[in-house]
């Protein structure tokens, strides 16, 4: 009895932090729709240092830096003024994990969102 070989959906890589409302609420949404995933939590493994060039390129180093958290409201005002490209934003991000915008999604495609929208999301998955 030959059978047909058996294919996977290739692992959505999740990056974020577990405690986050909106990522809890992306990793209920991708799971309810039967997508696997694999979770980068920042608060145990850190930003990856690698992988913020290729965020940046796809999304812009500006939409990866959470302007509207709690994290960047407590940095001071040199720190906030201090980001304004790549480099400074990569070393923001690096030191203070909190301030990336989440979740930070790899799809399959090798596309990358960030932030949950389930819209965007279902386009991704169906």
Known sequence: MNSAPRTTTPSVMVYGIANCDTVKKARVWLTDHGVEITFHDFKKLGVPADEIPHWAQAVGWETLVNRKGTTWRKLDEAAR??????????????????????????????????????????????
């Open 81 to 126: 003024l201090g980001v304004t490209d790549l480099p400074s934003a990569t070393a923001l991000m690096l030191a203070h994990p909190s301030v990336v915008k989440r979740p930070v999604v790899v799809w399959p495609d090798a596309s990358l969102t960030v932030g949950f929208d389930p819209a965007v999301f279902a386009s991704h998955v169906s």
